[in-house]
């Protein structure tokens, strides 16, 4: 386990010595100590970035793509390990851990791909004499800042494009989960990343904003890729506007999830299923909000219900725990908050609806999978995303009522709908404000996809043949007096 700093491909502590604990959120339990870095220490990395760039942006595609590729390769053998350190700090099952490997590994090996795609244009010259040239360049410094609940997935498809571009990094990670992003980038480093090109710095949340003003202020900082929750992308957007940066900004989200009274029951509760409990419902698409048409309403109820009643929870060092404990106490908090306005606001529980507290069983972090009937626009949770495993069922009448509630939110990040009925799947699917909707499936996320989101959900795409543009810049090239 990496503990330190990696800035200019060296271990360093933070510049003042101070550290804070990582803990595992099944126990509270300390996992390790990394520095709590400070202002300098942001300076460092990007001194080490600046300097980087002028070589690694000369190394050509292929070779870039070569090294991109040894790394995927080593993450793919440390699997199990990086599986197992992903579930301790952020306490998702082990069978999820390992699934995160797997998909933070593949937008390695996709971005190993496009390295060499970064084609530009010839244009047509509208005067003899002419040659007229668009080429694509690295943007340069890219400051990569994640959230906790995807360690590996989240700082890959970030920081395999800048590479793959040809940019470096410097990169702070949650401060809830460090420890992945530092595994990662030893073996970055392992593969022939060299020194400098990837920089990251930890820090807890009393000094991450102190850390990321370093990197907002720095002119040679030339391009911010956030993801994270809506209020501190508008904070970086703003604070980026002196300096004019180039901004990827993967914002929350508030997912409607539609059954149409002529959906495939069944498949709409596995897709359910699939997109609501992975990582305990903590992901950014997770439906938040379940409309169901009410002449199916009941049914659909009963069999959701039972799944979500058979859900085993239990820490991820449990082989068959399917939903692992929040992340800390203040995302139970917030979901208990929800839970309870949605009942007293009218709302009935009819699965879970509580925290678990049996300590023998459960540390202080789990809260019991939860289905709500009754929902209304009133509660908090039609407006806030809830993040955790809560599903609140809405019941509707038609479909221009149940678009119209779908797209009343200032959010766009991921939307669902059950039909089988042809027409309505093609209208809905163009009604719907949302970067991605997944229609008849719950399951989306592809590295060969573009993933993000429209309103305030931000901007900018990761993964898919557009991802690559966004560590890119174009520049025109005119050259003349050549008849
Ligand atoms: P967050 O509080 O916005 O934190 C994200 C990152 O920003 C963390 O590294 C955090 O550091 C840092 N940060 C917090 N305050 C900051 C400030 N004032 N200045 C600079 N940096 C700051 O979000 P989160 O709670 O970790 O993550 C959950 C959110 O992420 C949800 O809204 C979810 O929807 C969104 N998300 C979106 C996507 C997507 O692709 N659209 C994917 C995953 C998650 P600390 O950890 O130290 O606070």
Not at 119 to 142: F, Y
Request: hydrophobic fraction near 45%.
């Amino acid at each position: 386990m990496h503990t330190r700093n990696f800035v200019a491909g060296r271990w360093a502590g933070g510049s003042d010595g101070r550290v804070y604990a990582v803990r595992n959120p099944a126990d509270d339990s300390v996992v390790a100590e990394v520095p709590d870095s400070t202002a300098d220490d942001a300076r460092s990395a990007a001194d080490a970035a600046h300097a980087a760039f002028r070589t690694w942006r000369a190394v050509p595609a292929r070779q870039r793509a070569a090294i991109l590729r040894r790394w995927y390769d080593l993450v793919l053998a440390q699997r199990e390990t990086l599986g197992r350190l992903i579930s301790t700090e952020q306490g998702k099952p082990i069978a999820e851990g390992r699934g995160e490997v797997d998909y933070a590994a593949s937008y390695i090996a996709w971005f190993a791909e496009e390295a060499v795609r970064a084609n530009g244009d010839v244009i047509p010259a509208p005067v003899p004499g002419r040659r007229m040239l668009a080429v694509k360049e690295p943007v340069g410094v890219v400051a990569v800042i994640t959230p906790w609940n995807f360690p590996a997935a989240m700082i890959a498809r970030k920081i395999a494009p800048a590479l793959a571009a040809g940019c470096t990094v410097v990169a702070k990670p949650a401060e809830d989960t460090p420890l992945t992003s530092l595994a990662l980038v030893a073996l970055a480093a392992e593969a022939g990343v060299p020194p400098g090109v990837i920089n990251i710095v930890t820090a807890s949340r009393q000094r991450a904003p102190a850390v990321v003003d370093a990197w907002l202020a720095d002119e040679r900082v030339r391009k911010i890729s956030f993801t994270g929750s809506t209020p501190v992308g508008r904070h970086l957007a703003r604070e980026s506007a002196a300096t004019l940066k180039k901004l990827s900004l993967e914002l929350g989200g508030n997912a409607p999830f539609i059954v149409f009274d002529d959906a495939d029951l069944d498949a709409a509760v596995d897709g359910l299923m699939v997109a609501k409990f992975r990582n305990g419902g903590q992901t950014c698409v997770c439906p938040n909000r379940v409309y169901v048409q009410r002449g199916v309403h009941d049914v659909f109820v009963e069999k959701l219900a039972r799944r979500v009643a058979a859900l085993k929870v239990g820490p991820a060092s449990r082989d068959d725990s399917q939903i692992g404990p929040m992340i800390n106490a203040r995302a139970v908090e917030k979901i208990a908050r929800h839970v309870d306005d949605a009942v007293a606001r009218g709302a009935r529980v009819v699965v879970g609806g509580k925290r678990l507290r049996d300590a023998a069983a459960h540390g202080p972090n789990f809260y019991a999978p939860t289905v709500l009937v009754g929902a209304t626009p009133a509660m908090a949770l039609s407006c806030e995303e809830t993040f955790g495993p809560v599903v609140p069922v809405y019941a509707f009448d038609t479909e221009d009522e149940v678009v119209a509630l779908a797209n009343d939110t200032p959010y766009g990040l991921a939307a669902y709908f059950y039909t089988q009925h042809m027409a309505r799947a093609a209208r809905v699917a163009d009604a719907l404000e949302s970067g991605i909707v997944g229609i008849n499936e719950g399951a989306l996320a592809s590295e060969a996809a573009p993933f993000g989101g429209v309103k305030a959900s931000g901007y900018g795409r990761e993964g898919s043949v557009h991802g690559l543009d966004d560590y890119l810049h174009l520049k025109y090239l005119c050259e003349g007096r050549l008849a």
